[in-house]
Every structure is written in C-alpha cells, then in structure tokens.
T-cell receptor
Framework: NAGVTQTPKFQVLKTGQSMTLQCAQD?????MYWYRQDPGMGLRLIYY???????DKGEVPNGYNVSRLNKREFSLRLESAAPSQTSVYFC???????????????FGNGTRLTVT | AQSVAQPEDQVNVAEGNPLTVKCTYS??????LFWYVQYPNRGLQFLLK??????LVKGSYGFEAEFNKSQTSFHLKKPSALVSDSALYFC?????????????FGSGTRLSIRP
C-alpha cells in the first residue's frame, strides 16, 4: 500500500504564480486534511474534508482553495502565491470519527514549497 | 474551539534517563488526544492516542502518555530514553463536540537525547 501520496515533493514559485498540490490516499478513508508546517508554529490546519463532497476551513485558510475530487483525492490550490506561503505542506487522511472509533491521521511525506 | 499547547520548544535528556514531553489541551467535550513523532525530512508518524478511561496509554517505541483530566494534560513519557528518540514531537486534539473531524496540533517539542 502506498498510503498517502503527495505530488510534487518540491516546488519553487514566483510571487503571483498559481499551482495545485495533489494528494491521494488508497486506504478508503473518509476524511482528508491539508496542513502547513513552519518553524516554531507547528502544524496548522488549512482545510479539511470530513467526507466526500464536503470541505471546511481550518485555522489558516486565507490564500488557499481546496477540491475534494473524489473519495481518494484532495487537492490544495494557491491562486496567487505569496512569500508568506513558503512552507512544507502535508496531506493526511483518516477514517471517519465516531464515538467508538478515534482513528489517527496518516500523513504523506510533504511538499516543500518556496515562493520567491 | 479546541486548542493544544506544548510549553517547551526543546527538551534535553541524557540517554538512559526518563523523559517527559508536556501537552495541555482545551476542548468543549471529551478529549480525543494523540501524540505524533516527526524524524528529519519525514512526515508525521502516529505514536499513541488517548482511550477514554485509561489514564496511562501505551504506544509505539516504548512511549506512553499520562492523561490527567483535572490538569487537562496528556504528557508523553518514556522510562529510559534512547539517542534514536531524538525527533520532533507533536500533541494533537480532536473536539468531538464542535467539529469531530477537525484535528489541531501543538507547536511541537524538539527532543534531544545526548549519549
């Protein structure tokens, strides 16, 4: 099993350029997430999708859009990249939450994005 | 809204000594808590999660976590540290009342084990 796959692994953008980060999982998970990791800030939630067809804002959604394309795929789009969006981006997935089941997140290996 | 705090940016421990990495949380209802570890240039790996009713939870690599409801804490512990435990550790919390699918992470604690 590949688990959670993110593409690309590295990307350099100029200010104002757009790009889409791709994420796919093969574990039949309902919920998917996008986080960004910055030094001293930990992981901050950008957007999440509790199930196919739904998306919700996280802690830092400004400047980003997401698409839950199907159950497997959850993409993150930067419409007009800014230097403040230089970060490492992680996608994660998990089974749906229920009172009897608190499944952990499974993470991809990340995308290192630099905006100049 | 939920929140989680890791008050120490870095914890330094000698190999063989016990270690503690601190985490406190705030949620509306029952807490659903996790610990993750991140090795350099890697994604995050799940270590353990809180199970309702268990004040001491055991996880991977010999780690355990102590839940204290009155202090709203979920500290990560290990009786005898190894140099290979050196990594970045994150505490996370899910608030089942406000938004069950939303999982928030702390700022992380860098654990350094000296030989």
């Amino acid at each position: 099993n590949a688990g959670v796959t993110q593409t690309p692994k590295f990307q350099v953008l100029k200010t104002g350029q757009s790009m889409t980060l791709q994420c796919a999982q093969d574990m039949n998970h309902n919920s998917m997430y996008w986080y960004r990791q910055d030094p001293g800030m930990g992981l901050r939630l950008i957007y999440y999708s509790a199930s196919e067809g739904t998306t919700d804002k996280g802690e830092v959604p400004n400047g980003y859009n997401v698409s839950r394309l199907n159950k497997r795929e959850f993409s993150l789009r930067l419409e007009s990249a800014a230097p403040s969006q230089t970060s490492v981006y992680f996608c994660a997935s998990s089974e749906a939450f229920s009172q009897g089941r608190n499944s952990p997140l499974h993470f991809g290996n990340g995308t290192r994005l630099t905006v100049t | 809204a939920q929140s989680v705090a890791q008050p120490e940016d870095q914890v330094n421990v000698a190999e063989g000594n016990p270690l503690t990495v601190k985490c406190t949380y705030s949620v509306s209802g029952n807490p659903y808590l996790f610990w993750y570890v991140q090795y350099p240039n890697r994604g995050l790996q799940f270590l353990l999660k809180y199970i309702t009713g268990d004040n001491l939870v055991k996880g991977s690599y010999g780690f355990e976590a102590e839940f204290n409801k009155s202090q709203t804490s979920f500290h990560l512990k290990k009786p005898s540290a190894l140099v290979s435990d050196s990594a970045l550790y994150f505490c996370a919390v899910r608030d089942a009342v406000s938004s069950a699918s939303k999982i928030i992470f702390g700022s992380g604690t860098r654990l350094s084990i000296r030989p």
